[in-house]
């Protein structure tokens, strides 16, 4: 997770929403590791065979390719070799079943694709009067990217926002779609805030906005491959888009339509206080379910990692 911000005296409230969407997250890290298999003796493969191949980008409304088998060592991998993981939480019982992601519906086994992910956008948005799904442009094979805004006030543009005085803050995810736990955090928060009304006293000091998925083409060329080391879901995403970009290294240039649409009318439009980029590590061996990184040294200016360590380190994760 990386977390970069200007200085405002108002992103207090900002960070308590935060601190609620890394609870969140926690509990998607910690349902993504299976349960380990029972020890089994099997022959050798007869014949070595191919494992990994390339799976095409899909166009929208297209069907994706089956998966490719895998060898005994590569099944061993996913599914979690021999080490004592930990078990899939249970999902929250007064979370009626309507409301459930695909996350907790499957047990955090399966996340959603793009179609359902904008289903499900959808249906916040009929679900609360706090909730707008916008598009703020599309993507290299066409496809609408997403933003859900958040707002008590609906302050549903940035000049309404403004308006408010509360700081704004962005939630993005799927920047590398291998790494999509955040967006079904952030599906989860906004319904717990927005349409549960659970906690909903935090949305009285800010306003939230979601990018559910930036790399949508990537997104959808899911596999069960894509990142073997991984604990889960079942699919996931590509870490390009169907042009070949990452996007976490294109923030510059700004060469693909995604960049350029999020700089250009996300970004430079509702000037966010704090910014919190979702990733997730593909199988690394880490001491902590979530971990984070804020901007500093040399090319940051200490105004922002004075803040920085003083209002999230020093109060968020204290608390």
């Given at each position: 997770m990386l977390i970069s911000a200007r200085v405002s005296s108002a992103a207090r409230a900002a960070l308590v929403v935060l601190a609620l969407s890394c609870n969140t997250a926690i509990d998607l890290a910690q349902a993504a590791a299976p349960a380990a298999p029972t020890p089994t003796s099997a022959a050798p493969d007869s014949a070595p065979r191919r494992v990994l191949r390339r799976v095409p980008f899909p166009?929208?409304?297209?069907?994706?390719?089956?998966?490719?088998?895998?060898?005994?060592?590569?099944?061993?991998?996913?599914?979690?070799?021999?080490?004592?993981?930990?078990?899939?939480?249970?999902?929250?019982?007064?979370?009626?079943?309507?409301?459930?992601?695909?996350?907790?519906?499957?047990?955090?086994?399966?996340?959603?694709?793009?179609?359902?992910?904008?289903?499900?956008?959808?249906?916040?948005?009929?679900g609360s009067r706090w909730v707008k799904l916008i598009s703020y442009g599309r993507?290299?094979?066409?496809?609408?990217?997403?933003?859900?805004?958040?707002?008590?006030?609906?302050?549903?543009?940035?000049?309404?926002?403004?308006?408010?005085?509360?700081?704004?803050?962005?939630?993005?995810?799927?920047?590398?779609?291998?790494?999509?736990?955040?967006?079904?955090?952030?599906?989860?928060?906004?319904?717990?805030?927005?349409?549960?009304?659970?906690?909903?006293?935090?949305?009285?000091?800010?306003?939230?906005?979601?990018?559910?998925?930036?790399?949508?083409?990537?997104?959808?060329?899911?596999?069960?491959?894509?990142?073997?080391?991984?604990?889960?879901?079942?699919?996931?995403?590509?870490?390009?888009?169907?042009?070949?970009?990452?996007?976490?290294?294109?923030?510059?240039?700004?060469?693909s339509p995604e960049m350029r649409a999020l700089i250009g009318n996300v970004y430079t439009r509702w000037w966010p206080e704090l910014l919190v980029d979702d990733h997730t590590t593909d199988g690394a061996d880490y001491r902590h379910d979530v971990t984070y990184a804020i901007p500093h040294g040399p090319g940051t200016p200490a105004s922002i990692e004075r803040w920085l360590t003083e209002a999230f380190e020093g109060r968020v994760l204290d608390t």
């Open positions: 166009l929208p409304g297209t069907n994706r390719p089956a998966p490719s088998g895998a060898d005994s060592v590569v099944r061993a991998v996913l599914d979690g070799g021999g080490s004592a993981l930990v078990a899939r939480p249970m999902v929250e019982p007064d979370i009626p079943t309507f409301w459930r992601t695909k996350a907790e519906r499957t047990n955090y086994a399966q996340s959603a694709d793009y179609d359902e992910t904008m289903r499900y956008c959808r249906q916040l948005e009929a993507s290299g094979q066409g496809r609408e990217l997403p933003l859900l805004v958040v707002s008590k006030d609906r302050a549903f543009t940035p000049e309404a926002a403004r308006a408010t005085g509360k700081p704004v803050l962005l939630i993005q995810n799927g920047i590398h779609p291998g790494e999509i736990e955040g967006k079904d955090a952030s599906l989860a928060l906004i319904r717990d805030l927005a349409v549960l009304r659970k906690r909903e006293a935090l949305l009285d000091s800010v306003t939230l906005l979601v990018l559910p998925i930036f790399s949508v083409d990537g997104h959808e060329r899911l596999s069960r491959y894509n990142r073997i080391n991984q604990n889960g879901p079942d699919e996931m995403g590509w870490r390009h888009t169907a042009a070949g970009y990452n996007l976490n290294r294109d923030y510059l240039k700004a060469d």
